[in-house]
């Protein structure tokens, strides 16, 4: 594999990877702390995404402001669709398969609310108007202005997450419900509202994670719906449940659909047409090699049980 | 009276696992409810505490009607309740678990937890409270252990400490030394005594180690095949004949 | 049991409401013109801008059945083909099992077409495509015909001269994968290297890829490795060439080497973006695109648009509108019958002159003629000029 398509695939890795960890970080804290796998997360990033771009369409280019909007979004749909639907159904007692088919359904209502308003303002294939500069270039390394907003933003988010986590009572009560649903409510955990805050903050995460997105590919409806498969499959090689084991696994699927993917064509001439399976793959191999992703392998670590 | 169970029932699909039973808790007492395995104990004390639904009965709480409620709002309502398995977060700290149960934290709101200068002085308030009970139930040391580190003992005393986190007026306790050392198992209902003696706190107290009990107890009820067989003092409870038939074999 | 009730009552209630229609108006004949067109995904502008062309020539077409007597009218149903194949066959189905519709128009892409040929061919129905021209879809005897577009057998051949005339000794090219990518991949291989071209890379891309940074970066290590005097040959949907552009504006390679492209790459949002128009003018992007040329037709056809719809059409909706035309011709002369209009519809299309060039179909059912606009963005990249033509007929390229 030539030096400059390493280098660059490498940069691309670990930009993308750094999207994927935002939003598989949220699917984790979901199916942990609610026992929900959210396929409608990844219609929270693309309504963070439209917000970002409705902003800086209106004037605005304070990436702070645009990030802000997003993540407000982001969370407002997410709390909005586990009061709507999730708590009814909870409240029934659904199984598993209803719930997730549940969230498929407001998965795709949030995104034929985006494709009309969409249609209507004609607001389809648009970016956020930052443009794209190099900031940094030696030799084959070329850093991008976007990947400077990126990379920082996502470890500045997770350094942050971690911290919430562990070191705040809402974090501690989110743990908990995460461990023992049942003894919250015995020992008087206010349990329907960490659920809300939750929601808020994977809603957020996904809204900021849509913001950045749009900085480096056109924002469109179908654009989380895109992504969701890679990022179920990071979750999911975090085992769903461990913070550090979905990082990495965000990055490593970034990392095959950039790099390995690149080497086995480079090398093999394997088809770049086959990059979407790469997440089944992965998805596959998982569920049958090692269900519990990462996790077993970290065992403390980064679980969010501490 | 603090507690007044009035014609509790449970049935589990076609078992009847409490079967009609009355029962009086009065304030700061020390009430002991025994019997044998599958009595109907444990249902008993998850109808009190709110997590299973009763078939048919009234659960009166310092004159309230509490029956049907659900677990927190028992638990808001002051009764908090210990294991017959010592039910903990195992993988959080012995401080972390006492600090769940603190009602009203404002760094659990999402608005304040990212801030945290605005919860800073009153996590450290609660933690120094949450301290003080360890102190009182002596896991002082233990406070930055993980509690599944802990012995089956210390896991009993805290959850004891946790329960009184709360502040509750009524604990219910389900086997407190199952699984303990003898030794210990005394310790263990010193500890509890003192809780009524110190805090005022009243004690209805399910245990399997009568030689024990029978030294701390005011009134002991007996449980037989979902029934309530007999209530009475410890010393009447030991002399009484069907008592001793069902429990002892006598 | 009374949801049942309600059910069938409203069933009832609407055959009822529909035969009260059909007998109010039983002197009129009504002939269904189905639309299959992608009205959601990349290709979503187009297919609502097509939509509107075919409205309008509907319009039209009933003002003058009305005003000549005519007991005929057109009434169009359209359903969305989702830009897939399987999407396309749905939407056919829809159409054609809602209304008894026996002649479709549409859908855009050859892989959407070739997702609703076989129900088109099983149940005789006609399909009337405008803009379809992958040449995987060029059967002979088919329900197929695509009436407006010539297949990419004639542009592929212009891209290779064009490249040949460049002086580029070797190409890189970056297709979609799909029908209408992977034909003009072929194509164009074999017209390069027929011609004298060096070597090919080629690298295909998921069709509903949105982030194109791996296929960027490949197609910039394989120029790197061709040295100078290699070219870039990008045949991408609107989102994917965007998307493509993006990351290829930072590039070294990207954007020290010429570009050609599809003229799906011509898109006015392309040059919206600043960085992205220079990019392309940078590359002296060149498109061969079907004919620049106009007719009589052509400025009426733009005018009423704009009286009718409040806007000016977008590119090639001129072609749904003559793709409409050609169908309801076809319709008033053979009646609503597909298996009729099928036998005739080459006999009308070939005597019919419409916005954009004559229509002549081949052995395939596929428009012969084949002249094209090359078109290439100017230096301050605000726009596309013409700046030569391509006759496929006697492959000619005529710069002007
Ligand atoms: N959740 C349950 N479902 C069905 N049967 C139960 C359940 N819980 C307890 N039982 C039954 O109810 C009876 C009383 O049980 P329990 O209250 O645990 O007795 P004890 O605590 O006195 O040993 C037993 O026969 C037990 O099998
Ligand atoms: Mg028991």
């Given at each position: 594999m030539p030096p400059a398509l390493l280098t660059t695939s490498l940069v691309n890795s670990i930009q993308i990877g750094s999207l994927y960890a935002l939003m598989a970080l949220g699917i984790t804290l979901t199916f942990s702390v609610m026992k929900l796998p959210n396929f409608a997360h990844a219609d929270y990033f693309t309504a963070g995404a439209y917000a970002a771009l409705i902003v800086s369409l209106s004037g605005a280019q304070n990436p702070i402001a645009i990030m802000s909007a997003a993540f407000l979004v982001g969370a407002l749909t997410a709390l909005l669709s586990h009061l709507a639907v999730f708590k009814p159904l909870e409240s029934r007692e659904v199984s598993l398969y209803t719930l997730i088919l549940a969230s498929f359904a407001v998965g795709l209502i949030i995104r034929y609310i985006l494709f009309t308003m969409a249609d209507y303002f004609n607001l389809f294939d648009l970016r956020i108007g930052i443009p794209l500069q190099v900031l940094y270039r030696e030799g084959f390394l070329i850093?991008?202005?976007?990947?400077?907003?990126?990379?920082?933003?996502?470890?500045?988010?997770?350094?942050?997450?971690?911290?919430?986590?562990?070191?705040?009572?809402?974090?501690?009560?989110?743990?908990?419900?995460?461990?023992?649903?049942?003894?919250?409510?015995?020992?008087?955990?206010?349990?329907?509202?960490?659920?809300?805050?939750?929601?808020?903050?994977?809603?957020?995460?996904?809204?900021?994670?849509?913001?950045?997105?749009?900085?480096?590919?056109?924002?469109?409806?179908?654009?989380?719906?895109?992504?969701?498969?890679?990022?179920?499959?990071?979750?999911?090689?975090?085992?769903?449940?461990?913070?550090?084991g979905t990082i990495i696994g965000a990055y490593v699927v970034a990392f095959s659909e950039n790099t390995v993917i690149l080497f086995l064509n480079y090398s093999f001439g394997l088809d770049l047409a086959y990059k979407p399976a790469i997440p089944f793959i992965i998805i596959i191999a998982v569920l049958l090699i090692r269900p519990g992703g990462f996790t077993q392998l970290l065992k403390r670590g980064g679980k969010l049980q501490r | 009276m603090l507690l007044e169970l009035k014609h509790l029932r449970k049935d589990f699909g076609g078992l009847r696992a409490v079967d009609d039973v009355s029962l009086n808790v009065p304030e700061g007492a020390i009430i002991g409810l025994i019997g044998p395995n599958g009595s109907g104990k444990s249902t008993l004390i998850n109808l009190i505490a709110g997590t299973i639904d009763l078939t048919a009965g009234q659960v009166i709480f310092a004159g309230e009607d509490i029956s049907g409620l659900s677990a927190d709002a028992v638990f808001h309502k002051g009764i908090a309740r210990g294991y017959q398995e010592p039910t903990l977060y195992f993988k959080m700290t012995v401080l972390d678990n006492l600090l769940l149960p603190v009602k009203g934290q404002r760094g659990e709101r999402p608005w304040y937890a990212p801030r945290w200068s605005t919860w800073q002085r009153e996590e450290r308030a609660h933690a120094l409270a949450a301290m003080e009970v360890l102190r009182q139930v002596q896991l002082l040391p233990y406070y930055d252990t993980l509690a599944s580190d802990l012995s089956g003992g210390q896991m009993k005393l805290l959850e004891i400490a946790r329960a009184l986190m709360g502040a509750p007026k009524l604990l219910l306790l389900d086997e407190p030394t199952a699984g303990v050392a003898p030794k210990l198992a005394y310790d263990i209902f010193r500890q509890i005594a003192r809780l009524r003696d110190d805090h005022g706190i009243t004690l209805l107290i399910v245990e399997h180690r009568l030689e024990i009990l029978f030294d701390f107890v005011d009134y002991v009820y007996v449980m037989h095949l979902g029934n309530l067989l007999a209530g009475g003092s410890a010393a009447e409870i030991s002399d009484h004949a069907t008592v001793r038939e069902v429990y002892f074999g006598d | 049991m009374i949801k049942k009730y309600l059910i069938i009552t409203l069933f009832v209630m609407l055959t009822i409401s529909l035969g009260v229609n059909v007998g109010a108006q039983d002197d009129m004949e009504t002939y269904v013109l189905g639309v299959a067109l992608p009205f959601t995904g990349s290709f979503g502008t187009f297919g609502q801008d097509f939509e509107r062309g075919i409205d309008l020539a509907v319009a039209q077409m009933n003002a003058e059945l009305e005003a000549a007597g005519s007991s005929i009218r057109f009434e169009t149903a359209s359903a969305d083909t989702e830009q897939t194949p399987e999407g396309a066959a749905r939407a056919l189905q829809t159409i054609v099992q809602t209304t008894g519709a026996q002649v479709v128009v549409g859908p855009l892409t050859t892989s959407e077409v070739l997702g609703a040929k076989q129900f088109a061919d099983e149940n005789g129905v006609v399909i009337v495509a405008m803009a379809s021209s992958g040449p995987a879809a060029s059967i002979p005897g088919d329900n197929i015909f695509r009436v407006i577009y010539p297949p990419d057998t004639f542009s592929s051949k212009a891209f290779a001269t064009i490249a040949l005339e460049r002086g580029h000794e070797n190409m890189v090219v970056l297709y979609v994968d799909d029908p209408f990518g992977n034909g003009m991949n072929e194509q164009f291989i074999k017209n390069y290297q027929a011609s004298g071209g060096g070597e090919v890379a080629s690298f295909g891309y998921a069709p509903q890829s949105t982030e194109l940074s791996a296929e960027a970066a490949a197609v910039s290590a394989a120029l790197a490795g061709f040295g100078d005097n290699a070219g870039f040959f990008c045949v991408c949907f609107p989102g994917a060439a965007e998307a493509f552009v993006q990351v290829a504006q930072i590039d070294p390679i990207l954007t020290s080497v010429q570009w050609l492209g599809n003229e799906a790459m011509t898109s006015d949002e392309m040059l919206e973006d600043p960085g992205h128009a220079q990019t392309l003018a940078n590359a002296d992007f060149v498109t061969v695109s079907q004919s620049a040329d106009v007719t009589p037709l052509t400025p009426i056809f733009n005018a009423d648009f704009v009286a009718m719809f409040d806007k000016e059409p977008g590119i090639f909706t001129n072609y749904a509108f003559d793709a409409a035309n050609i169908a309801m011709l076809t319709m008033l002369a053979a009646g609503n019958d597909g298996a009729a209009v099928k036998s005739m519809l080459p006999f009308i299309s070939n005597h019919y002159i419409g916005t954009a060039v004559q229509a002549f179909l081949d052995e395939n059912g596929d428009q012969a003629i084949a002249s094209y606009g090359i078109r290439q963005v100017r230096e301050d990249g605000s726009g596309f000029e013409v700046i030569g033509t391509y006759d496929g007929n006697s492959d000619t390229i005529t710069y002007k």
């Open positions: 850093l991008s202005n976007i990947f400077a907003w990126v990379v920082p933003t996502t470890i500045a988010l997770v350094i942050l997450l971690t911290l919430l986590l562990n070191a705040t009572p809402l974090g501690r009560e989110m743990r908990a419900l995460a461990n023992n649903i049942n003894l919250a409510r015995v020992i008087g955990i206010p349990v329907e509202r960490v659920k809300n805050s939750t929601w808020l903050l994977v809603g957020g995460l996904a809204g900021v994670a849509g913001a950045l997105w749009s900085l480096q590919t056109a924002v469109n409806p179908l654009m989380g719906w895109a992504a969701i498969i890679s990022v179920f499959a990071a979750a999911i090689l975090g085992g769903l449940s461990s913070f550090s | - | -």
